[in-house]
Nanobody, 123 residues
Framework: QVQLVESGGRLVQAGGSLRLSCAAS????????MGWFRQAPGKEREFVTG????????NYADSVKGRFTISRDNAKNTMYLQMNSLKSEDTAVYYC????????????????WGQGTQVTVSS
């Protein structure tokens, strides 16, 4: 089992920045590819970004390219999401997720999920 805990979500003004963290425990963090997803009220959970096990490969949704940056520190068992130029449409609960080999948008391939952290962007 892998336990994932997100943190860093809060209320921020449009145009501002925020960094989310996802702390992992339970298994060897570097054995897992990771992803960030988000879910806005009344909408399906959607892929934001993913990162390979060694951090050498990343994948971004078009809606966040150029604004968000995913990274990970395997020594600290932690993944990050740096979010810049935030927009009201970025308002959502953000979830981190883990699986062995996939860092793309296929939700069904992720085995472990955190509880989420709320990001609210005020316009």
């Amino acid at each position: 089992q892998v336990q994932l805990v997100e943190s860093g979500g809060r209320l921020v003004q449009a145009g501002g920045s925020l960094r989310l963290s996802c702390a992992a425990s339970g298994r060897t963090f570097s054995n897992y590819a990771m992803g960030w997803f988000r879910q806005a009220p009344g909408k399906e959970r959607e892929f934001v970004t993913g990162i390979s096990r060694d951090g050498g490969s990343t994948n971004y949704a078009d809606s966040v390219k150029g604004r968000f940056t995913i990274s990970r520190d395997n020594a600290k068992n932690t993944m990050y999401l740096q979010m810049n130029s935030l927009k009201s449409e970025d308002t959502a609960v953000y979830y981190c997720a883990a699986n062995r080999n996939h860092w793309g948008p296929a939700k069904r391939l992720y085995d472990y999920w955190g509880q989420g952290t709320q990001v609210t962007v005020s316009s």
